[in-house]
């Protein structure tokens, strides 16, 4: 029984190792049109839970898939979809959304 439960124990070691070999880190920046880098930014792997934030200075790193696409937002921009494609580093620009400006409503709580 033993013997048993060490097999399973190293089986599934082995299975979930091999699945963490398909991801790489992929890096990047994310800016604005006027190329302003963006802090903040969401970088979310397509179709999973893996995600990952824009650094101060605008750059991300995530560990993606090389197959993945890449689904970048952000408040006021038009959300996009990149496509790893085997590639290391990205470099994004995302685009205003002119539409959803006018839905942010700004709240101040005084004292």
Do not use: H
Request: some cysteine.
């Amino acid at each position: 029984m033993r013997r048993i439960l060490l097999f399973v124990t190293l089986l599934t070691f082995t299975c979930s190792s091999l699945w963490a070999q398909d991801k790489k880190a992929v890096t990047g920046t994310v800016k604005d049109e006027k190329g302003t880098l963006l802090p903040g930014v969401t970088v979310l792997e397509k179709g999973t839970s893996n995600g990952a934030a824009t650094m101060a200075d605008g750059t991300f790193k995530i560990n993606a898939a090389p197959t993945a696409t890449l689904v970048i937002s952000f408040m006021g921009y038009v959300a996009q979809e990149v496509a790893v494609n085997g590639q290391a580093s990205l470099n994004v620009i995302l685009k205003e959304d002119s539409k959803n400006l006018n839905e942010v409503v700004v709240t101040a709580l005084g004292m």
